[in-house]
């Protein structure tokens, strides 16, 4: 056997072996005591320190969970469509969801990344990756909205996204599979010659948060996973991540693992601005949407866009380098100075640190030790800074604290490993329950973390939690790291699958949250200020109901002369303009969803009666004492009946 | 008039143009939906809530008890009271320059009248939206009950606890009533 099969079966060993641990020894760790609960106890009443934004994965939303309670406090929908609240479902809202390949009512949504004003969470926006189809929303910390969602051009699924430059100038976004591009049909054993990455850069407006991508990359068909953007002396670069340089298009598990060193692509965007102002990106046809919510009518413009500007490397001296890196790194994270770059080899024994200084001192010496399509491949000891050893078995993610430490999750051995900056030495461990993937530190990717808490992202929870059948709970938890030996606090479950979070401290948000759409600002076109303008109207066989909702009716509540097969568009405007009264709408046998609907805000729900008959609609939000009474009925007639269309 | 004696009522009267850019009186209502509070500024010539929505939402919850809404436009004091302050800090610093001990205890004897007038008449518009409720649209109905408002002071009114307050302009009207007073005493103690 040679020296790599010995490293694999060494590892499936590892993971062997854990799984008899967690499987077959029954002994359950069991740690806290009162000191511990008193840490994590937020009175009744008070408030959290924290806000944390927990990916939900798999469920394609976004939670908010408070930090160090661990309470849940609102489920974002972003990427998946909200029966709950109709996001996906009303006509102001269905069109967020619109892509090249259709409407898309799910994903698979990984990393929540905070807008960074200076290289510091500045809490305007967080962006949220799609990772199936591939997109990037932007989420308004203001309204806790999805307020846009871009599609990604020339991209097999978008992994290694959205973090942001150090004043969020890009959002970044990359391929993780390659594919042909332009897509076409051919063998999928054309791998080598046919199948290409993109990496993304997409422009953020600093006013409006509206994005637009300004440039693709076409790099070399690896599978690029995740990236990071430097800060200080390294602003103007990105770093990707890359596994497969083997280039495999089957069993990528064996087949993308034989290379003793993967690459780390470090992209200078500022030359590659300079590189687009020349004029030297190419003009591909594509087609991408780009949906967002305009502020006045409060419902979702689809742009669909038919051209992306591409830079070719071989024709851009410098634009990127290969930084060798062992064995299909995963994460790469650049430490709070700018100048180091850590790469989680996920199949490594050590956590290989490079120095950008070194990075830059090499490509001035030319020191390469190879190329690859035009991209040259620097020298890994010329740019290494050191490698942390005894790291603990597959290392993922690094986040910092800010006070010269840096802590890694490692996988297989399900722990915490924190390590210090510049002596590469771990100096504290601990376990997690179970199979942690990405950590979280409040700031913990930028240039002034609050370095208080790391939280576990965890994978499995096997016999934490009360068992609940075979589809179990993710978790999180939380450790106190305030200290020098890292201390388990809080131990969690969340929703979906807790991918990746981002936490900023409670001050920065919750003294600029909305509570109230005004409803003079309110420009759907579907809108009524007053229940005065309350009315029906027919439009061949649409019937479109213009209702408002007070405490505690709805204006109409008797509607007469829809007929069978009408498709009837209830637009309700909310009137309340007071914190905290939504109104909710439900018709019998809608095949779509229910809505909420904001103070001030117009939603509208489509209903086709299929029967004559009377039917109730009613409040789904408890709004008041009289929430019972806050119903109506529409009558439905048959196609030929002579009823005129009437309301109350 | 002596100079310290002329000097107060002069700021006595000046005092008075608080009115003009305070509030009089605040109502405020807390309830378990409303721990934030809702109120109302008593201005005097307008009534406005505490925050923009506040008077809507206000008139909003007391609709279930059949209260009718409250409109600034409803109230034709408003109309005079500005000419009233106007007339007092007027009166005050004419006093203050040409008159006496006499025409300072008249204009203390006025602002007092017409205080307590005003206070009679505050009084009275609680009592009308307490009392004279619309049973037939009110959704909450309770033999007896009143939804009066207290005139000073906290009154539970069902889920509701009131609070009514002087606020800036009419602490100002107390205190210059107060300074008015002071200055007569001076001026009569001097006299003597």
Redesign the interface.
């Known amino acids: 056997m040679n020296k790599k099969s010995n490293l694999r079966a060494g590892f499936i060993l590892a993971v062997v072996a854990l799984i008899i641990l967690v499987g077959c020894t029954g002994k359950k760790q069991v740690i806290g005591d009162a000191e511990v609960a008193s840490k994590v106890y937020v009175a009744p009443g008070e408030y959290d320190e924290f806000y944390s934004f927990i990916s939900g994965g798999f469920n394609g939303q976004l939670s908010v969970y408070g930090l160090p309670s661990g309470r849940l406090f609102k489920i974002i929908p972003v990427f998946s469509v909200s029966p709950e609240n109709g996001y996906g479902f009303s006509e102001e809202t269905k069109d967020m969801l619109k892509t090249s390949y259709g409407f898309i009512p799910w994903d698979d949504a990984h990393h929540p990344e905070l807008s960074q004003t200076d290289g510091v969470p500045d809490g305007r926006w967080v962006f949220i990756n799609a990772n199936n189809t591939p997109r990037v929303a932007r989420i308004d910390l203001s309204t806790f909205e999805t307020e846009e969602i871009i599609e990604i051009p020339n991209s097999g699924g978008n992994h290694a996204s959205p973090f942001v430059t150090m004043n969020t100038e890009y959002v970044i976004a990359a391929t993780r599979f390659s594919v042909p591009i332009p897509q076409e049909d051919v063998p999928i054993s054309s791998y080598k010659e046919n199948f290409k990455g993109t990496l993304t850069f997409i422009k953020v407006d600093q006013e409006t948060g509206r994005m637009d991508i300004a440039f693709q990359i076409l790099v070399p068909g690896f599978d690029y996973d995740l990236s990071h953007s430097g800060k200080g002396p390294s602003h103007g670069w990105t770093f990707f991540t890359c596994y497969n340089s083997e280039q495999a298009s089957e069993l990528l598990e064996v087949n993308a693992s034989q290379n003793d060193k993967d690459f780390v692509a470090a992209v200078n965007w500022k030359l590659a601005e300079k590189y687009i102002a020349e004029g030297k990106a190419r003009e591909m046809p594509v087609r991408y949407f780009d949906n967002y919510l305009d502020e006045g009518t409060r419902s979702v413009v689809s742009n669909e866009k038919k051209s992306v500007k591409v830079l070719i490397p071989e024709e851009c001296p410098g634009l990127i380098y290969y930084l060798p890196t062992p064995k299909s790194p995963h994460g790469v994270d650049v430490d709070p100075s700018g100048e180091y770059i850590a790469a989680g080899g996920k199949l490594a024994a050590v956590i290989p640190v490079h120095s950008f200084s070194k990075m830059l001192k090499a490509i001035e010496n030319k020191k390469f030790s190879g190329e690859v399509n035009g991209i040259p491949v620097l020298d890994y000891n010329a740019i290494l800074a050191g490698e942390v050893t005894n790291c603990g078995l597959g290392p993922l993610h690094t986040e910092f604290d800010g006070k010269g430490y840096a802590y890694t999750s490692a996988f297989i051995s399900s722990e915490i490993v924190k390590w210090k900056i510049g002596t590469w030495e771990v100096v504290d461990r601990i376990p997690t329950y179970y199979s942690i993937g990405h950590l979280s530190i409040p700031g913990g990717d930028s240039r002034k973390p609050w370095g208080k808490y790391v939280i576990a992202l965890n994978k499995m929870t096997k016999d934490r939690y009360l068992p609940v059948g075979p589809e179990l709970s993710h978790a999180a938890q939380l450790i106190d790291i305030s200290g020098e030996k890292m201390k388990l606090l809080l131990d969690f479950p969340t929703v979906g699958e807790p991918h990746y979070a981002q936490a900023i401290p409670a001050e920065i948000l919750m003294n600029k949250t909305t509570k109230i759409y005004k409803l003079e600002n309110n420009t759907n076109p579907y809108a009524i200020k007053s229940e005065k303008e309350r009315r029906v109207e027919r439009k061949g066989k649409e019937v479109h109901v213009y209702m408002s909702t007070i405490r505690t009716h709805f204006a109409p509540d008797n509607i007469e002369g829809v007929k069978v097969g009408d498709k009837v568009y209830f637009h309700i405007t909310n009137l309340e303009q007071d914190w905290d009264i939504p109104h909710g709408f439900a018709v019998i046998g809608a095949n779509n969803a229910e809505l909420l609907i904001m103070p001030g805000e117009t939603r509208t729900l489509t209903w086709e009666p299929k029967e004559p008959g009377v039917y109730p609609f009613y409040c789904t939000d408890f709004c008041s004492a009289l929430h019972q009474e806050m119903q109506g009925y529409i009558r439905v007639s048959k196609r030929n009946a002579k009823i005129e269309l009437s309301h109350n | 008039m002596n100079k310290v004696s002329k000097t107060i009522l002069i700021i006595a009267s000046l005092l008075l143009l608080l009115m003009y850019v305070f509030p009089v009186w605040s109502i405020t209502l807390e309830a378990p939906q409303y721990p ?1 509070g809702l109120g109302m500024y008593i201005w005097i010539n307008d009534i406005t809530g505490h925050n ?2 506040d008077l ?2 206000i008139n ?1 919850v007391n ?2 008890i059949g209260m009718k809404d409250i409109d600034p436009q409803s109230f034709p004091e408003f109309k005079i009271i500005p000419y009233v302050v106007f007339f007092i800090i007027a009166f005050g610093l004419f006093t203050a320059i040409k008159g006496g001990n006499k025409m300072l205890l008249v204009w203390i004897g006025v602002f007092v009248v017409l205080a307590l007038i005003g206070l009679y008449d505050f009084y009275q518009w609680n009592y009308d939206y307490g009392h004279n409720l619309d049973i037939e649209k009110a ?2 109905k309770i033999p007896n009950m009143t939804y009066q408002p207290p005139l000073f002071g906290r009154k539970t009114i069902l889920n509701f606890t009131a609070y009514s307050f002087p606020a800036l302009g009419g602490i100002a009207a107390f205190v210059s009533i107060l300074l008015g007073m002071v200055s007569y005493y001076i001026e009569a103690k001097k006299s003597r």
Do not use: S
């Open positions: 934030e923009p929505n809507n939402n909003l609709h279930y959704a909450i």
